[in-house]
Protein backbone atom coordinates (compact mmCIF):
# COMPACT_ATOMS: atom_id res chain seq x y z
CA UNK A 1 0.00 0.00 0.00
CA UNK A 2 1.54 3.43 -0.82
CA UNK A 3 -0.12 5.53 1.47
CA UNK A 4 -1.77 7.43 -1.56
CA UNK A 5 -5.58 7.78 -1.21
CA UNK A 6 -8.34 8.16 -4.37
CA UNK A 7 -11.99 9.04 -3.61
CA UNK A 8 -14.37 7.91 -5.15
CA UNK A 9 -12.94 5.16 -6.63
CA UNK A 10 -16.07 4.62 -9.58
CA UNK A 11 -18.20 7.20 -10.98
CA UNK A 12 -20.59 7.94 -13.87
CA UNK A 13 -21.16 11.30 -15.21
CA UNK A 14 -23.40 12.54 -18.01
CA UNK A 15 -21.72 14.09 -21.15
CA UNK A 16 -21.56 17.95 -20.20
CA UNK A 17 -21.57 17.61 -16.42
CA UNK A 18 -18.36 18.54 -14.54
CA UNK A 19 -16.76 16.09 -11.91
CA UNK A 20 -14.06 16.83 -8.40
CA UNK A 21 -11.89 13.66 -8.08
CA UNK A 22 -9.75 13.72 -4.62
CA UNK A 23 -6.43 12.63 -3.76
CA UNK A 24 -4.58 13.07 -0.35
CA UNK A 25 -0.76 12.34 -0.91
CA UNK A 26 1.72 10.37 0.86
CA UNK A 27 2.57 11.00 4.36
CA UNK A 28 5.86 13.95 3.98
CA UNK A 29 4.99 14.23 0.43
CA UNK A 30 4.38 17.63 -0.62
CA UNK A 31 4.23 17.44 -4.72
CA UNK A 32 1.20 15.63 -6.05
CA UNK A 33 0.72 14.93 -9.88
CA UNK A 34 -2.46 13.92 -11.91
CA UNK A 35 -2.53 11.01 -14.88
CA UNK A 36 -5.32 9.98 -17.13
CA UNK A 37 -5.00 6.42 -18.36
CA UNK A 38 -6.75 5.35 -21.29
CA UNK A 39 -7.75 1.77 -22.08
CA UNK A 40 -4.81 0.19 -23.72
CA UNK A 41 -2.60 3.03 -23.08
CA UNK A 42 0.04 4.07 -20.37
CA UNK A 43 -0.91 7.09 -18.12
CA UNK A 44 -0.58 10.55 -19.70
CA UNK A 45 0.42 13.60 -17.29
CA UNK A 46 -2.69 16.15 -16.99
CA UNK A 47 -0.37 18.34 -14.22
CA UNK A 48 1.32 18.41 -11.23
CA UNK A 49 0.72 20.23 -8.07
CA UNK A 50 3.55 22.05 -5.49
CA UNK A 51 3.46 24.03 -2.44
CA UNK A 52 -0.67 24.89 -3.33
CA UNK A 53 0.44 25.84 -7.11
CA UNK A 54 0.36 24.29 -10.75
CA UNK A 55 3.61 23.30 -11.93
CA UNK A 56 3.96 22.00 -14.96
CA UNK A 57 1.07 20.97 -17.34
CA UNK A 58 0.65 17.88 -20.29
CA UNK A 59 -1.61 18.43 -23.41
CA UNK A 60 -4.51 19.03 -21.49
CA UNK A 61 -7.46 21.43 -21.80
CA UNK A 62 -8.11 24.06 -19.93
CA UNK A 63 -11.63 22.67 -18.54
CA UNK A 64 -8.78 19.83 -16.70
CA UNK A 65 -8.07 22.34 -13.49
CA UNK A 66 -6.95 21.53 -10.22
CA UNK A 67 -6.17 22.28 -6.71
CA UNK A 68 -3.47 21.79 -4.06
CA UNK A 69 -4.32 22.75 -0.14
CA UNK A 70 -2.17 23.22 2.78
CA UNK A 71 -1.94 19.70 3.78
CA UNK A 72 -1.16 18.81 0.04
CA UNK A 73 -4.47 17.06 -0.62
CA UNK A 74 -5.51 17.80 -3.99
CA UNK A 75 -8.25 17.85 -6.23
CA UNK A 76 -9.13 17.57 -9.91
CA UNK A 77 -11.37 19.15 -11.50
CA UNK A 78 -13.26 18.34 -15.08
CA UNK A 79 -15.57 20.36 -16.21
CA UNK A 80 -17.75 19.83 -19.49
CA UNK A 81 -17.50 16.42 -19.55
CA UNK A 82 -17.23 14.62 -23.04
CA UNK A 83 -17.20 11.00 -23.50
CA UNK A 84 -13.34 10.65 -24.88
CA UNK A 85 -13.03 11.71 -20.65
CA UNK A 86 -13.73 8.08 -19.75
CA UNK A 87 -10.22 7.02 -18.25
CA UNK A 88 -8.62 5.90 -14.88
CA UNK A 89 -7.25 9.07 -13.52
CA UNK A 90 -4.20 8.29 -10.81
CA UNK A 91 -2.45 10.58 -8.51
CA UNK A 92 0.45 10.81 -7.73
CA UNK A 93 2.77 12.22 -5.18
CA UNK A 94 6.08 12.54 -4.14
CA UNK A 95 8.73 14.83 -2.33
CA UNK A 96 10.70 17.65 -4.03
CA UNK A 97 13.04 19.77 -2.84
CA UNK A 98 14.15 23.40 -4.67
CA UNK A 99 16.88 20.75 -6.27
CA UNK A 100 13.30 19.24 -8.15
CA UNK A 101 12.09 15.50 -7.71
CA UNK A 102 13.07 12.61 -6.32
CA UNK A 103 12.27 9.00 -8.52
CA UNK A 104 10.82 8.10 -5.69
CA UNK A 105 6.76 8.71 -7.15
CA UNK A 106 4.02 6.82 -5.62
CA UNK A 107 0.33 6.38 -7.34
CA UNK A 108 -3.22 5.92 -5.52
CA UNK A 109 -5.59 2.91 -6.67
CA UNK A 110 -7.24 5.97 -9.11
CA UNK A 111 -10.61 7.03 -10.05
CA UNK A 112 -12.92 5.34 -12.68
CA UNK A 113 -14.53 7.66 -14.92
CA UNK A 114 -17.19 6.84 -17.42
CA UNK A 115 -18.88 9.44 -19.06
CA UNK A 116 -22.49 8.34 -20.86
CA UNK B 1 5.00 12.03 -30.26
CA UNK B 2 5.58 9.19 -28.22
CA UNK B 3 9.22 9.71 -26.24
CA UNK B 4 8.88 6.46 -24.35
CA UNK B 5 8.16 3.15 -26.28
CA UNK B 6 7.50 -0.78 -25.48
CA UNK B 7 7.60 -2.22 -28.42
CA UNK B 8 6.50 -6.04 -27.23
CA UNK B 9 1.98 -5.66 -25.88
CA UNK B 10 2.78 -9.15 -24.07
CA UNK B 11 5.37 -11.40 -22.84
CA UNK B 12 4.60 -15.09 -22.53
CA UNK B 13 7.25 -16.51 -20.16
CA UNK B 14 7.30 -20.71 -18.11
CA UNK B 15 7.67 -20.12 -14.06
CA UNK B 16 11.07 -20.10 -12.99
CA UNK B 17 12.63 -18.53 -16.01
CA UNK B 18 13.85 -14.89 -17.11
CA UNK B 19 11.69 -12.00 -18.07
CA UNK B 20 12.57 -9.94 -19.88
CA UNK B 21 10.87 -6.16 -20.78
CA UNK B 22 12.05 -3.81 -22.58
CA UNK B 23 11.77 0.06 -23.50
CA UNK B 24 13.03 2.41 -25.90
CA UNK B 25 13.07 6.81 -25.19
CA UNK B 26 13.99 8.71 -27.83
CA UNK B 27 14.46 12.24 -25.33
CA UNK B 28 18.50 12.58 -23.86
CA UNK B 29 16.86 14.65 -21.49
CA UNK B 30 15.58 12.16 -19.52
CA UNK B 31 17.04 11.85 -16.22
CA UNK B 32 15.83 8.91 -14.40
CA UNK B 33 13.58 5.66 -15.55
CA UNK B 34 11.38 3.51 -13.65
CA UNK B 35 9.52 0.60 -13.72
CA UNK B 36 5.91 -0.11 -12.36
CA UNK B 37 4.10 -2.94 -12.26
CA UNK B 38 0.18 -2.80 -12.60
CA UNK B 39 -2.80 -5.18 -11.91
CA UNK B 40 -6.40 -4.78 -13.07
CA UNK B 41 -8.10 -2.16 -11.42
CA UNK B 42 -5.32 -1.05 -9.57
CA UNK B 43 -3.03 1.88 -9.62
CA UNK B 44 0.53 0.91 -10.77
CA UNK B 45 2.58 0.37 -7.84
CA UNK B 46 6.62 1.02 -8.12
CA UNK B 47 9.29 -1.59 -8.81
CA UNK B 48 12.65 -0.26 -9.49
CA UNK B 49 14.25 2.89 -10.96
CA UNK B 50 18.02 4.08 -12.38
CA UNK B 51 19.22 6.92 -12.74
CA UNK B 52 20.73 8.18 -16.21
CA UNK B 53 23.87 8.44 -15.06
CA UNK B 54 24.06 4.64 -13.83
CA UNK B 55 23.85 1.43 -16.28
CA UNK B 56 22.40 -1.24 -13.62
CA UNK B 57 20.14 -1.64 -10.43
CA UNK B 58 19.46 -4.70 -8.66
CA UNK B 59 16.62 -5.15 -6.03
CA UNK B 60 16.33 -8.94 -5.35
CA UNK B 61 14.47 -10.77 -8.22
CA UNK B 62 14.75 -7.44 -10.24
CA UNK B 63 17.59 -6.00 -12.38
CA UNK B 64 17.16 -2.90 -14.37
CA UNK B 65 19.69 -1.99 -17.56
CA UNK B 66 20.29 0.85 -18.67
CA UNK B 67 21.96 1.53 -22.28
CA UNK B 68 22.23 5.42 -22.87
CA UNK B 69 24.11 4.95 -25.95
CA UNK B 70 20.59 3.13 -27.85
CA UNK B 71 18.37 4.96 -25.77
CA UNK B 72 17.25 1.39 -24.06
CA UNK B 73 16.75 0.50 -21.35
CA UNK B 74 15.46 -3.39 -20.35
CA UNK B 75 13.87 -5.12 -16.93
CA UNK B 76 15.20 -8.31 -15.68
CA UNK B 77 13.04 -10.61 -13.32
CA UNK B 78 14.35 -13.77 -12.55
CA UNK B 79 13.00 -16.02 -11.23
CA UNK B 80 9.90 -15.18 -12.66
CA UNK B 81 6.63 -16.16 -10.31
CA UNK B 82 3.05 -16.59 -11.61
CA UNK B 83 2.46 -13.73 -9.42
CA UNK B 84 4.39 -11.52 -11.49
CA UNK B 85 1.76 -11.19 -14.08
CA UNK B 86 0.49 -8.13 -15.08
CA UNK B 87 1.19 -5.03 -17.24
CA UNK B 88 4.35 -3.83 -16.64
CA UNK B 89 5.60 0.23 -17.69
CA UNK B 90 7.97 1.46 -18.38
CA UNK B 91 8.80 5.32 -17.15
CA UNK B 92 10.51 8.56 -17.55
CA UNK B 93 11.12 11.30 -15.82
CA UNK B 94 11.84 14.70 -17.29
CA UNK B 95 11.51 17.84 -14.97
CA UNK B 96 7.91 17.60 -13.11
CA UNK B 97 6.75 14.35 -14.65
CA UNK B 98 6.28 10.88 -16.29
CA UNK B 99 6.24 10.15 -19.02
CA UNK B 100 4.88 6.29 -19.55
CA UNK B 101 5.34 3.59 -22.07
CA UNK B 102 1.97 1.79 -23.16
CA UNK B 103 2.69 -0.92 -21.05
CA UNK B 104 3.67 -4.96 -22.00
CA UNK B 105 1.30 -7.64 -20.72
CA UNK B 106 3.15 -10.14 -18.74
CA UNK B 107 1.86 -13.46 -18.41
CA UNK B 108 3.67 -16.37 -16.60
CA UNK B 109 2.80 -19.39 -16.91
CA UNK B 110 2.97 -22.71 -13.78
Known amino acids: ETGVTQSPTHLIKTRGQQVTLRCSSQ?????VSWYQQALGQGPQFIFQ???????GRGNFPPRFSGLQFPNYSSELNVNALELDDSALYLC???????????????FGEGSWLTVV | DQQVKQNSPSLSVQEGRISILNCDYT??????FLWYKKYPAEGPTFLISISSIKDKNEDGRFTVFLNKSAKHLSLHIVPSQPGDSAVYFCAASYGNKLVFGAGTILRVKS
Open chain 2, 27 to 32: NSMFDY
Open chain 1, 49 to 55: YYREEEN
Open chain 1, 27 to 31: SGHNT
Open chain 1, 92 to 106: ASSFRTHRGSGNTIY
